[in-house]
């Protein structure tokens, strides 16, 4: 009977080091996997945080006018109708972001928008960016071309908002029709010529002291976002109109009121990066749009009902569109990305 020979020294020697390596591999895996949960909980915490700070010490009372037969049909349209406007605002970032840095999966597109756009109820805003600059990382953007996204984004949003902002000055500053061809005309620039916003990006850049975004490589994608945002505005702007038609507004006089006076509070709240969501400061303009078509007491109702069905909108359709996500990555496969459909 004989015997195995004994492993060489040497051998059990490196025996020893690969185990030591998986288990130094797997030990980090974990250390990460754990560090993950733990800051998914402390971003989660910190919009419920600003979600209850948007809605504390509010005149509930103020809504009781909008509850009467067929409202509550009426509400939920709006509702759905204000989703739509989201996930409108959501093609356009991710248009944006493959014209300024390069196209994604869809499903990490997704996730990374909403979780950025979860970060503006945190006060500073700054979280989501970082949110999403993290998560860029790992289908191969680089921190510059994912902050490049957010500003030329930025002025994608905040010149389509004012474009139909607009809507409201024939009501508020003067009559006259010739106040509702400014929006069409800027909106049409823009499609047309929208290496445009890479210059106002740029300039906003170099205002703040910051690299200037990276030149588009798909000026087409850019045309898109510009189209798909302004219809995001008009889109989120119904839900005030149906409220205000619900508190006795007339119907064609409050459209554009509605419609335009939500993108403008919307554009100057989202610059108040000291508010949660704009909490305050949007209200504090669509009140006195509202008061031309609506008795006070009545336009006062109608910016909190905004404020709370766009909440429960946004709220629904980003947990929605996250959780589909979570569940697509759990069922699916694991396939590099570059195998994935992309945006």
């Given at each position: ?11 059990r020697?490196?025996?020893r ?46 809504l009781?006018?909008l ?21 409108c ?42 949110a999403?600059?993290?998560m860029?990382?790992q289908?191969?953007?680089?921190k ?9 984004n ?37 499609v ?92 504090l ?32 359709t ?21 195998k994935e459909?992309?945006?």
């Open positions: 009977m004989t015997m195995d020979p004994a492993p060489a020294p040497g051998t020697v490196a025996v080091t690969r185990e030591d390596r998986r288990a130094g591999r797997a030990g980090r895996r974990m250390s990460r996997t754990a560090w993950r949960r733990l800051l998914t909980v402390a971003f989660s915490l910190a919009v419920v945080t600003g979600v209850v700070l948007a809605l504390r010490d509010q005149d509930w009372s103020a009781a006018g509850f009467h037969g067929g409202s509550a049909v009426a509400l939920l349209g709006a509702a759905v109708v204000s989703a739509a406007g989201l996930l605002g959501t093609r356009s970032w991710l248009l944006t972001l493959s014209a300024v840095a390069l196209p994604v999966p869809g499903a990490a597109g997704v996730r990374m928008f909403f979780v950025g756009f979860l970060g503006k109820f945190v006060p500073g805003r700054v979280w989501g960016l970082i999403q600059m993290r860029g990382e289908v191969g953007a680089t510059s071309q994912m902050a490049g996204t957010y500003l030329v930025l002025v994608i949003v905040l010149l389509t908002g004012g474009a139909v902002g607009l809507l409201v000055a024939p009501t508020l500053l003067a009559d006259g029709a010739g106040w509702l061809l400014l929006p069409l005309a800027l909106l049409l620039v823009l047309a010529r929208p290496d445009l916003i890479h210059v106002l990006a740029g300039l906003a850049a170099r205002l703040a002291r910051r690299q200037p975004p990276p030149s588009p490589g798909r000026p087409g994608n850019l045309r898109l976002a510009i189209v798909f945002q302004t219809l995001a505005w008009v889109l989120s702007g119904v839900h005030l109109w149906v409220i205000a038609v619900l508190l006795g507004a007339d119907p064609a006089a409050s459209f554009p009121v509605a419609v335009g006076g939500f993108a403008l509070a919307v554009v100057v709240g989202s610059v108040a990066v000291f508010a949660p969501d704009g909490v305050g400061v949007r209200e303009l669509l009140v006195p749009a509202l008061a031309t078509v609506l008795p006070l007491p009545a336009a006062v109702a109608a910016a909190l009902a905004s404020r709370v069905l766009t909440l429960v909108a946004e709220l629904a980003s947990g929605a569109a996250l959780g589909a996500v979570a569940l697509r990555d759990r069922s699916a496969p694991a396939t590099p990305l570059r459909s992309t945006v």
